[in-house]
């Protein structure tokens, strides 16, 4: 089953609403915009770098983008009609921005033109990742990057105890708003196997207790998509969307997910970029393991028990990776 962002030309204009609303409170919500700021600060462009945005949405990302990365000028692309014209209108006046359709496979741009390339939370939503690698790669300059970052979707999680019943609203998400929840830990090999050059992943925990907006939004929609489909009826969502609110009115909610953000230049740079680009085979156990080790180093005791389930808090625990004990 695709996500249903990855049908988002198909969408009436209720749901685009709703998803639009839901960009504009993720993007507004202190944690995350100080993930945000943080992962965006480390991106170093040259003096009127030119950008390319993919799935620029409704601009709630773009506006975060304009701030901490400061290029010359940004083209934000996007295949939905409705929020490039909602992108449009929040950047009216604004020179040095641009929206136009196109998406990730076929983003109407020219060859070779950008400084970087940016696709904030997208990847999660694409049918063909590696098409959409192929495609960056042919758009961005020599010696440039490209930036992407998302949810770990597989690490979400609202549950307070094994079995609680409020986490089924989260499949109601993963079946039906994400197409492919793992494709953080994948991009890694995908980007070196698209003839990129891997700079780094960083991870960044994300835990809500006390101000759950946007993953409240989240459940919601999910859990309509999931009446949608025939999955569940409304009482059932409406008991979900009560116990949640019950949890945040008396201080017991718990929402935890994982985000990355990964890194990687077009050739060209890679003096600068990465020491020595090595061959597939050898990046394949120790890279993808320390990875895995800093992320479970970065996080915090909460987002360890709740968010990363039973895989990282024993990473975190282990002071060697098992590819080390082989």
Not at 78 to 96: H, I, K, N, Y
Not at 146 to 157: H, R
Request: hydrophobic residues 40%; glycine residues 8%.
């Amino acid at each position: 089953m695709t996500g249903l962002l990855a049908r988002i030309r198909e969408q009436p204009p209720e749901v685009l609403e709703a998803i639009a609303h839901s960009m504009n409170v993720r993007a507004s919500e202190p944690a995350m915009r100080a993930i945000c700021a943080r992962y965006m600060a480390r991106i170093t462009l040259p003096e009127g770098a030119h950008v390319l945005e993919v799935g620029c949405g409704n601009g709630a990302a773009t506006k975060l983008i304009m701030q901490h990365v400061n290029p010359g000028r940004l083209v934000g692309i996007d295949p939905s009609s409705t929020f490039v014209d909602m992108a449009r209108e929040t950047f009216a006046g604004e020179p040095l921005v641009s929206f136009a359709l196109g998406d990730a496979v076929a983003t109407g741009q020219g060859d070779a033109c950008f400084d970087l390339v940016i696709a904030h939370t997208v990847y999660s939503h694409l049918v063909d990742p590696e098409e959409a690698l192929t495609e960056a790669h042919r758009v961005l300059r020599p010696g440039r990057r490209l930036v992407i970052f998302d949810g770990d979707f597989a690490t979400l999680t609202v549950a307070l105890f094994d079995g609680d019943p409020l986490q089924a609203a989260v499949g109601g998400v993963l079946r039906n708003l994400v197409h492919a929840p793992y494709i953080m830990r994948r991009l890694p090999a995908l980007v070196t196997s698209a003839g990129f050059s891997l700079h780094s992943v960083e991870p960044h925990g994300y835990v809500q207790t006390s101000s759950p907006d946007y993953l409240l939004t989240l459940l919601s929609r999910g859990s309509y998509a999931a009446v949608q489909a025939g999955e569940i009826s409304q009482e059932v969502v409406d008991s979900f969307d009560r116990e949640a609110r019950r949890r945040v009115a008396n201080g017991t909610f718990y929402g935890a997910m994982l985000f990355l953000s990964l890194t990687a230049c077009k050739g060209g740079d890679s003096a600068t970029l990465v020491a020595r680009r090595r061959p597939r085979a050898e990046r394949s156990t120790s890279d993808f393991c320390s990875i895995w080790q800093r992320i479970g180093r970065s996080l915090d005791e909460r987002c360890l028990s709740g968010c990363a389930g039973k895989v990282l808090p024993a990473i975190s625990r282990s002071s060697q990776c098992w590819c080390r004990k082989r």
